[in-house]
């Protein structure tokens, strides 16, 4: 009879094993709807995820426009006068002092990148216009030169650079090392 009872006693834990393994499946099988929907958007994450952009077809004196997390941001393949030209201005004479060598990625200092949005009021600049032959921003007036730098007007601060780099000498990835 004893043993029996063991048998017994193996067959109900079994059952109890059983029952609240389905039972944690079910529970699991609830939450996990609950759970994922607080996981954010596909699009959400595609908005802030870095993008690659080939400049194979961009040409000297192009400047390009791209949308990054929702911004606009130009891209300028300048030429070798336009460089030579923001080389040697007087940064002190400057509203947001900056030199060219800052707002470039050494090495390849014919291609700036930088938002596209005024910094006065966010307005997006005309490219090679104004005095300096950057851009104009049409909204309220503010010059830039073609490293992006306010020359005169109301903004206050030069284009700002988003964070940037080669991939290689034919695509540049925007957004890098950003989380």
């Known amino acids: 009879m004893a043993s029996s009872d063991t048998a017994e006693a193996t067959r109900r834990d079994f059952l109890y094993v059983a029952t609240a393994a389905v039972g944690a499946a079910g529970v699991a099988a609830v939450a996990w709807p609950f759970i994922t929907q607080m996981n954010p958007d596909a699009a959400t994450i595609a908005a802030g995820a870095p993008i690659d952009i080939d400049i194979s077809p961009v040409t000297e004196g192009q400047i390009v426009r791209v949308f990054w997390r929702g ?34 990625k050494p090495g390849k200092a014919e291609w700036l990148v930088v938002y596209a949005s005024c910094t006065h009021l966010g307005c997006i600049p005309l490219g090679h216009q104004g005095d300096w032959g950057g851009w104009f921003c049409p909204c309220h007036g503010s010059q830039y030169d073609a490293s992006g730098r306010v020359r005169k007007g109301p903004a206050p601060t030069n284009l700002p650079v988003p964070p940037y780099e080669f991939v290689d000498n034919t695509k540049i990835r925007i957004g890098a090392g950003v989380a």
């Open 71 to 104: 911004k606009p941001i130009f891209i300028r393949h300048r030429t070798a006068k336009e460089i030579q030209s923001e080389e040697a201005a007087d940064v002190g004479a400057l509203i947001d002092p900056q030199p060219d060598s800052a707002r470039v």
